[in-house]
């Protein structure tokens, strides 16, 4: 059985799926509301893209 790939996306990426400042990104991560970053190495971060999308996707559908 092959293995879901897993992808991370830096924050260019990130800015183009949630239009939100990082300010407002740190504290929903801070506040358990938004997929939490994964430290990729000195100063670099990401998120796992399927996190997002799945935090996205629940957004949508509480607007309904």
Same mark, same amino acid.
């Given at each position: 059985?092959?293995? +879901?790939?897993?992808?991370?996306?830096?924050? +260019?990426? &990130?800015?183009?799926?949630?239009?939100? *400042?990082?300010?407002?990104?740190?504290?929903?991560?801070?506040?358990?509301?938004? +997929?939490?970053?994964?430290? &990729?190495?000195?100063? *670099?971060?990401?998120?796992?893209? *399927?996190?997002?999308?799945?935090? &996205?996707?629940?957004?949508?559908?509480?607007?309904?």
């Amino acid at each position: 059985m092959e293995k +879901p790939q897993i992808r991370v996306i830096k924050k +260019p990426e &990130l800015r183009q799926k949630i239009p939100a *400042s990082d300010v407002t990104i740190w504290r929903w991560e801070k506040q358990n509301k938004f +997929p939490k970053r994964i430290v &990729l190495g000195g100063n *670099s971060v990401g998120w796992i893209e *399927s996190e997002v999308d799945e935090w &996205l996707a629940k957004k949508m559908a509480e607007r309904n």
